[in-house]
């Protein structure tokens, strides 16, 4: 059984940096590209981080390039998502997922609330 399992949100004050984790257990994480998505109030989903299987090719969309860093650990099941200088833009509830055998599954989230 898939799980993902995120945690490291919190309140943050601008300019300031948080480092989310998820934890996957249930498939062979080394072989999974792994992604991080975020929801803000009012808007869709969106992804904005990925990573390809071994770590070396991460992506990330044009708002957090420069600020923030996806990495993984496959010998500890793990994706971690480095958030530096958070702006209160980038307050949200934070997904992983990853795609196994075609179906797409998601933690639970994580808050990230950025303010003064």
């Known amino acids: 059984q898939v799980q993902l399992v995120e945690s490291g949100g919190g309140v943050v004050q601008p300019g300031g940096s948080l480092r989310l984790s998820c934890r996957a257990s249930?498939?062979?994480?080394?072989?999974?590209?792994m992604e991080w998505h975020r929801q803000i109030p009012g808007k869709e989903r969106e992804s904005i981080a990925a990573i390809n299987y071994n770590g070396q090719i991460p992506s990330y969309v044009d708002s957090v390039k420069g600020r923030f860093t996806i990495s993984r650990d496959n010998a500890v099941n793990t994706v971690y998502l480095q958030m530096n200088n958070l702006k209160p833009e980038d307050t949200g509830k934070y997904y992983c997922s990853s795609t196994v055998a075609m179906t797409r599954y998601w933690g639970q989230g994580t808050q990230v609330t950025v303010s003064s």
């Open positions: 249930g498939f062979t994480f080394g072989t999974y590209a």
